[in-house]
């Protein structure tokens, strides 16, 4: 009589809970990171958006039945104010296994890493480079928990967009870059994402070069109109992202605050001499980009400052490097000027980097998830019922709410996939609805504003304090208006 034949019994999907922070879904990278969850992971997946820019957070959490808990990057646990104090404790309290992608880390690292042991972290994602992972977070200090080197992000998620792509001839601009002033404290590879755009549109306005390259916050680009500017430019700038400038609890950038109050003209160079020459380059990060992964995939030419990038790309192959003091630029002006050279230098790009898959979110999910099995044995099981709470037609709306209570804001529930604040739904249309959710909009963006003022301007920040407790005193009453009319 013949064996039976084994049949493989295929585990259960778990409950996986991804704590996020619904306004950072603006930038594409933010949103495609969150949603690779989704798409490529063997588990269930649940969004919750936990941080202080959910203006109607819930009051209690039950997270039980859950089986792992997962906290994005966007949640900055550099920061003592940004996750609500509602999943802060309902995730300390959560008896599984939770995970923490975390990203900034020069950033306050003390609270980061007190955060770290609060919460109770099993596992974190880091993007400090793997020989310096001891210096930064000391096993002595979280002796429980398991660090794992990750990227910042990852190839774009597959578009319609990336599937085509202009001839060169046909692109209006040499070079497009969008860089960014940031503050002194960040050290070199920060001051580079001006000084790179600065130094390179300078040279080619007094050539007659047609560039489009900015770096006042004002000018940056999001979204689809990212991708549609990259498709316009023969060629892109970049640098190495991160700093290498660790400030462990805030006093470097406090102290460098209060030397430019004192002296406002105070030179990039001088403070660096005076404050962080000592501190630059002890931890190494020299990140890649994912907008250099984003320009890979749209066959835009990289022009790029010497440096490591993750070790992802190499020069002459996948790049042109521009060395840091410029020297070179003759050559490289050249060179983008020659449409087969630059059809082969992206070409090959394409290929190693977006067509290999090595570094794809796929990829990364299918790690994540390997990281799961190993820790969790035993699925709680839990069956969870989902049903049709809001819906939309396509991605440019906003979701109309089909809920008995339609007053209940979305962002305030376990969702489906993560919900940006410019899709969230307004409330139902009562006598004061319209009114009442114009108001909630002013009241959310008066916080998230004061919630960056609270770090950057704290006098100001006391100030904006009192106007939005004023506020709440007329949301008060504008409820008790509410209920009387129903």
Known sequence: MPEPSKVSIQEPPLNVLVLYDHISTYTTTV???????????????????????????????????FDVVIIHYSVRLCYDWHILPVYAKAVARFDGLKMLFIQDEYDHTDLARQWMKKLGIN???????????????????????????????????????????KPFAERKYVIGYRGRRLPFHYGDLAREKSFIGQEMRRICEAR?????????????????????????????????????????????KSDVDNALK?????????IHHHFLAKHEGNVRMNQISPRIFEAIALRTVLVLFEGDYSGVVKPNLHYILLKKDFSNVDQVLEKLLDDCYLEELTECAYRDIIESGNYSYRGFVQMVDAQIDRRVKTAKNSAILTGVVAF???????????????????????TSQPIGQ?????????????????????VMNLFNYASKLRVEHPRLYVIVRAIYRGMQTVWKIMNRLLMRSK
């Open 123 to 165: 596992v974190v994602f880091t993007c400090v480079p793997e020989q310096f992972i001891e210096q930064v977070y000391p096993s002595a200090l979280l002796p429980k928990v398991d660090f794992i080197p990750v990227l910042t992000g990852y190839a774009p998620l597959p578009n319609a967009k990336f599937s085509s792509h």
């Open 31 to 65: 949103k495609e990171y969150l949603e690779s969850f989704l798409l490529y992971s063997k588990h269930r997946i649940f969004y919750a958006a936990a941080t202080s820019g959910n203006h109607a957070p819930p009051t209690t959490v039950d997270l039980s039945l």
């Open 208 to 252: 007659g070069i047609s560039v489009n390259i900015e770096w006042e916050e004002i000018k940056r680009i999001y979204g689809d109109k990212w991708y549609a500017f990259l498709r316009d430019c023969r060629a892109t700038l970049g640098t190495e992202g991160g700093s290498n400038v660790f400030d462990f609890n805030g006093t470097l």
């Open 422 to 442: 410019s899709e969230s739904p307004p409330p139902g249309t009562g006598r004061l609805g319209g009114l009442r959710y114009r108001y909630q909009i002013v």
């Open 262 to 270: 004192k002296k406002p003209d105070l030179s990039y160079e001088e």
């Open 392 to 414: 939309r037609r396509n991605i440019e709306e906003t979701w109309q709410l089909v809920a008995v209570q339609p007053e209940s804001p979305v962002v305030s529930m376990f």
